[in-house]
């Protein structure tokens, strides 16, 4: 999946939307001053530097699959402990975070459960564990245009509706089957600007993520097609994308 790529194409893409919903993100999971937190799936480290305004360099430890993305966000944030690693195999001890969280990132991870469960693991009994999505299942996510004119065009794509805890009740059934408890599910929306479709479209050109992957693999007629079929889905610029993000809290064992 295309995350091997530059810190700066994945801020370009997906840290649009990303970096105004962490801030809502950590009002919702409670991370409160003195805490130790981990960021898992931190990326090039949007979250992650959120979470050190809040604790200090001291106070976050991170980490990521991504080669790129762990140098860039430690390049970003001197002094906080990141490193590379899968969400199902955390390389950090039992019990030593208040709060473990993952942005953006279960839907993604090969096993879900697995991961919800290693988070669990490295936080303190009691602690917060949490984690967002965003709702593409309910056609309420950030590329929801997108993959709609995609599928106008065959009707037979796989679109990111399909990755798990991505349609409501998913990231809050993935948490209780992984053994977390009082677990309350959310939601929290963000609103992006743009000026011109211009501005819209290039992102997905730069192979990130599922989207990126799909817009790569089309040759030059495809690509075409799949612009013009976007931007007759759009408003005329300039104009706002809401995107809405499925939240889960819960805690420790």
Known sequence: ??????????????????????????????????????????????????????????????????????AAARNRLPGVDIRRG?????????????????????HFLADPVAGLREMSRVTRSGGVVAACVWDHAGGKGPLATFWEAVQSIDDRALTEALLPGTAEGQLADLFDTAGLLEI?????????????????????TLGVGPAGDHVRCLD???????????????????????????TVRARAR
């Open 86 to 106: 899968a969400a199902e195999h955390l390389p950090f001890a039992d019990s030593v975070f208040d709060a473990t969280l993952a942005q953006l990132v279960i």
């Open 1 to 70: 999946m295309g995350f091997d790529v530059a810190a700066d194409a994945y801020d370009r893409f997906m840290g649009q939307y990303s970096g105004p919903l962490g801030g809502e993100f950590l009002r919702l999971a409670g991370v409160r001053s003195g805490h130790r937190a981990l960021d898992v799936g931190c990326g090039p480290g949007a979250l992650t530097a959120r979470l050190v305004s809040l604790l200090g360099a001291g106070g976050v430890a991170a980490v990521d699959p991504s080669p790129p993305f762990v």
């Open 184 to 204: 309350e599910q959310g939601s929290a929306s963000v609103r992006v600007e743009f000026g011109s479709f211009a501005a819209w479209w290039e992102p997905f």
């Open 220 to 246: 030059v007629r495809g690509r075409d097609e799949l612009r013009h079929a976007c931007a007759g889905l759009l408003p005329a610029a300039p104009f706002g994308i809401d995107a809405t993000a499925w």
